[in-house]
């Protein structure tokens, strides 16, 4: 059964990138058909989709985020990255990873989340 | 860009009864509806897809209905454990997704 679990920084400067990783266990990041899926949660809102990757490296990402989102997959680790680029303090929010199917894309799994604050 | 409306935004129910959640899209998704509860401080849990198949694990008090661009959630005896926010997702265009704002259940 696959588990994800989110890490990185949780406080980042404004302007500045905005690096998480996401380590999958349980099942091989590199098997057919799986997308790697990146969601946000401002405090107190509802949730956002950033942007996935399929296993191929295909990625797709929010129009709305104005191509600041970078999504990278590492098989040797089997973790998978979001880099968000000039930020502000509006993409303060949990950050969740999950994992969709080509043929069940609903997100299920996911992780925990982290929480990510933009500030000086 | 497919636009997810849920209503009420907050709905007032007592132990025991039944609880009746909409979703609505601004253009047809057809059956490519996913609902998830979140529990305060927890990530998002899978309920339903396909509209109206119940996830692994989930009781069947839990029910969803629905297709093109109105959607339900009922839930029809309400558990202490079922107050929560609950989304709706579309997977039309997946992978590009949009949920919608959430309806918070609170106990009346």
């Known amino acids: 059964q696959l588990q994800l679990q989110e890490s990185g920084p949780g406080l980042v400067k404004p302007s500045e990138t905005l690096s998480l990783t996401c380590t999958v266990s349980?099942?091989?990041?590199?098997?057919?058909?799986?997308?790697w899926g990146w969601i946000r949660q401002p405090p107190g809102k509802g949730l956002e989709w950033i942007g996935s990757i399929y296993y191929s490296g295909n990625t797709y990402d929010n129009p709305s985020l104005k191509s600041r989102v970078t999504i990278s997959v590492d098989t040797s680790k089997n973790q998978f990255s979001l880099k968000l680029s000039s930020v502000t303090a509006a993409d303060t929010a949990v950050y969740y990873c999950?994992?969709?199917?080509?043929?069940?894309?609903?997100?299920?799994?996911w992780g925990q989340g982290t929480l990510v604050t933009v500030s000086s | 860009e497919i636009v997810m409306t849920q209503s009420p935004a907050t709905l007032s129910v007592s132990p025991g009864e039944r609880a009746t959640l909409s979703c609505r899209a601004s253009q047809s998704v057809s059956s490519n509806l996913a609902w998830y509860q979140q529990r305060p401080g927890q990530a998002p849990r899978l309920l339903i897809y396909?509209?109206?198949t119940r996830a692994t694990g989930i009781p069947a008090r839990f029910s969803g209905s629905g297709s093109g661009t109105q959607f339900t959630l009922t839930i029809s005896s309400l558990q202490s454990e079922d107050f929560a926010v609950y989304y709706c997702q579309q997977y039309n265009n997946w992978p590009r997704y949009t949920f919608g704002q959430g309806t918070k259940l609170e106990i009346k």
């Open positions: 999950a994992t969709s199917h080509h043929d069940f894309p609903w997100f299920d799994p």
């Open positions: 349980g099942g091989s990041i590199s098997r057919s058909s799986y997308y």
């Open positions: 396909g509209a109206s």
